[in-house]
């Protein structure tokens, strides 16, 4: 138990002036979090930072600019020592809606396309694929040296985003599945690290290859996250509440190194595979054309409510073609 009167640091640390020591200034939270408003939407209280991944805020339409502005966050606010713990999810009632582009002008949803399925876009597929997309993983990982909490809120399918979180929360509703076997993809972008360390080889290897919804009841048991919260207002609540218990537990170096020692084997993991896996999805996706489009997302979510109505009688639904079925489960 953390005595109540242990008080935080924050604010506390005595700062060499850039004009002394001829050092750069960061970019302050005002300039990024504005930069990033239309993706991201940011507050922050005594050191802790709170971000809100939306699409017109509400739920994200997965696209480029997110994939784009995620490494930035991590990038921008890593760096801004003002930060001391970061809290990173969805904005609710899910994490994502879909998949694809928005029509900046009439807000509706555009489908995606496939990058190079043009000859001279083909280079997309570095810039907004394979390069954002590392350095998103990479970014969270590397570049944020302070304690992070994971809010995953409802339906979500990139939920390497805050189980990579050193801290992660889900509401009773959230659920998700790996889709990028069931889509034709090579899942390499970072989110088999994320599940297979996570929830095991051979559990992982089931989820990928048949779809499997998981919920949040059976992410807990998993050992995917730690803690279920009633919902989204309840979620964010409580990771406001960790986030000044570890503002209280610690000292300001002691809370940074301490953070990077717990993620060494995340580290390890990301240098050993992510840019060759990552790689390879991409040359799968450009030579077996993967449909990125949202129908199977959208599947999905008929799936995920069967599952999570059987959860509540104690059954299950096995994956199956066609759809499942409520079974019994056998222990």
């Given at each position: 138990?953390?005595?109540?009167?242990?008080?935080?640091?924050?604010?506390?640390?005595?700062?060499?002036?850039?004009?002394?020591?001829?050092?750069?200034?960061?970019?302050?939270?005002?300039?990024?979090?504005?930069?990033?408003?239309?993706?991201?939407?940011?507050?922050?209280?005594?050191?802790?930072?709170?971000?809100?991944?939306?699409?017109?805020?509400?739920?994200?339409?997965?696209?480029?600019?997110?994939?784009?502005?995620?490494?930035?966050?991590?990038?921008?606010?890593?760096?801004?020592?003002d930060?001391?713990?970061?809290?990173?999810?969805?904005?609710?009632?899910?994490?994502?809606?879909?998949?694809?582009?928005?029509?900046?002008?009439?807000?509706?949803?555009?489908?995606?396309?496939?990058?190079?399925?043009?000859?001279?876009?083909s280079?997309?597929m570095?810039d907004?694929?394979?390069?954002?997309?590392?350095?998103?993983?990479?970014?969270?990982?590397?570049?944020?040296?302070?304690?992070?909490?994971?809010?995953?809120?409802?339906?979500s399918?990139?939920?390497?985003?805050?189980?990579?979180?050193?801290?992660?929360?889900?509401t009773?509703?959230?659920?998700?599945?790996?889709?990028?076997?069931?889509?034709?993809?090579?899942?390499?972008?970072?989110?088999?690290?994320?599940?297979?360390?996570?929830?095991?080889?051979?559990?992982?290897?089931?989820?990928?290859?048949?779809?499997?919804?998981?919920?949040?009841?059976?992410?807990?048991?998993?050992?995917?996250?730690?803690?279920?919260?009633?919902?989204?207002?309840?979620?964010?609540?409580?990771?406001?509440?960790?986030?000044?218990?570890?503002?209280?537990?610690?000292?300001?170096?002691?809370?940074?190194?301490?953070?990077?020692?717990l993620?060494?084997?995340?580290?390890?993991?990301?240098?050993?595979?992510?840019?060759?896996?990552?790689?390879?999805?991409?040359?799968?996706t450009?030579?077996?054309?993967?449909?990125?489009?949202?129908?199977?997302?959208?599947?999905?979510?008929?799936?995920?409510?069967?599952?999570?109505?059987?959860?509540?009688?104690?059954?299950?639904?096995?994956p199956?073609?066609?759809?499942?079925?409520?079974?019994?489960?056998?222990?």
């Amino acid at each position: 138990m953390i005595k109540a009167n242990y008080e935080s640091d924050w604010n506390k640390r005595k700062e060499i002036p850039h004009s002394e020591l001829y050092t750069i200034p960061h970019m302050p939270f005002e300039e990024y979090s504005e930069k990033l408003k239309d993706c991201i939407q940011m507050r922050r209280v005594n050191g802790i930072l709170e971000a809100k991944m939306h699409t017109h805020g509400g739920p994200v339409q997965w696209s480029a600019e997110l994939h784009q502005g995620l490494h930035y966050f991590f990038d921008w606010a890593g760096r801004d020592p003002d930060n001391e713990v970061i809290i990173l999810g969805g904005i609710g009632p899910d994490v994502f809606k879909g998949i694809g582009r928005i029509n900046k002008e009439t807000g509706e949803w555009m489908p995606a396309r496939e990058y190079g399925s043009e000859p001279h876009e083909s280079w997309k597929m570095y810039d907004y694929q394979y390069y954002d997309g590392t350095n998103d993983i990479e970014g969270q990982i590397f570049d944020v040296e302070v304690p992070t909490i994971g809010v995953w809120t409802g339906a979500s399918y990139h939920t390497d985003l805050v189980l990579f979180s050193d801290i992660t929360l889900a509401t009773a509703n959230a659920w998700t599945t790996e889709m990028h076997f069931r889509t034709n993809m090579v899942p390499g972008d970072g989110i088999q690290i994320a599940w297979r360390e996570l929830m095991g080889r051979k559990r992982f290897a089931y989820a990928e290859l048949t779809g499997e919804i998981i919920t949040a009841k059976k992410a807990l048991e998993y050992g995917m996250i730690n803690e279920i919260c009633e919902d989204v207002d309840a979620a964010y609540k409580r990771a406001w509440e960790i986030a000044e218990l570890i503002m209280h537990a610690a000292g300001r170096t002691t809370r940074r190194i301490t953070t990077q020692i717990l993620r060494k084997p995340w580290k390890e993991d990301i240098a050993n595979e992510l840019r060759a896996s990552f790689a390879s999805e991409m040359w799968v996706t450009a030579t077996d054309h993967s449909p990125h489009e949202a129908k199977y997302w959208d599947d999905a979510h008929e799936e995920a409510a069967l599952v999570m109505a059987a959860e509540k009688q104690g059954k299950v639904v096995r994956p199956r073609i066609g759809g499942g079925q409520f079974e019994d489960e056998i222990k």
